[in-house]
Nanobody, 125 residues
């Protein structure tokens, strides 16, 4: 599967951005989807993940209540709605697809098999 992320840009603190990730080559419904981010000089970290059916989601603590991951399998698209953005949210955001099973740890980058190219989100204070 090929993944293409979009929607990044420059936003002021407190603002909102919605990222999209479109899959091609294989139905999105085959995969658990995740969003990761990587700030300059830092390791890539998990932001959110969503189960194949969309019934289960998981978020890192610092984004709970501000970010929402969702998916539309018929459109082969996964979204990350980011509200009340903070300067510390500045990073390149990546979408990723995993063939993992229920017991997999979807907070680990190594669980994911396919990655998009990343889209930069810059939050100004």
């Amino acid at each position: 599967v090929q993944l293409r992320a979009s929607g990044g840009g420059l936003v002021q603190a407190g603002g909102s951005v919605r990222l999209s990730c479109v899959a091609s080559g294989s139905p999105l419904g085959n995969y658990v989807m995740g969003w990761f981010r990587q700030a300059p000089g830092q390791e890539r970290e998990s932001v959110a993940s969503i189960w194949r059916s969309g019934t289960n989601t998981d978020y890192r603590e610092s984004v709970k209540g501000r970010f929402t991951i969702s998916r539309h399998n018929a459109r082969n698209t996964v979204y990350l709605q980011m509200n009340n953005l903070r300067p510390e949210d500045t990073a390149v955001y990546y979408c990723a697809a995993s063939r993992g099973i229920y017991s997999s740890n979807f907070r680990l980058a190594s669980t994911y098999n396919y990655w998009g190219q990343g889209t930069l989100v810059t939050v100004s204070s």
